[in-house]
């Protein structure tokens, strides 16, 4: 969980998102392959270039955790939450 309450927070998200986006190709120069998950208020895409991989979940609800699963033969890999830091 990410808490979003200060400013020092949000100025932390964005730097870790910008740093990410300096490291990983696919922020830059990716394909985007929108994916289709179950609950119609979590948006959900992958962007790809190469070996590079970024899969992105945006909870737009007005809840603050939402259930999903999503499936995608590019899907496979390990995974890092940009956010919490969790793989």
């Keep these: 969980d990410w808490p979003l309450n200060t400013h020092t927070s949000i100025e932390t998200m964005y730097t870790a998102l910008l740093h ?6 696919a922020l830059q120069w990716g394909a985007t392959v929108t994916l289709l998950s ?3 208020q979590v948006l959900t895409y992958l962007l790809t270039q190469a070996q590079h991989k970024v899969f992105v ?3 737009v ?5 939402q259930r999903v ?3 995608h033969t590019q ?5 890092v939450n940009v956010v919490s830091g969790i793989q």
């Design 69 to 71: 699963t999503v499936e």
């Design 57 to 59: 979940v945006l909870n």
């Design 20 to 25: 990410l986006r300096k490291r990983n190709k």
């Design 75 to 79: 899907l496979a890999g390990n995974y």
């Design 61 to 65: 609800s007005h809840h603050e955790k």
């Design 38 to 40: 179950q609950h119609n």
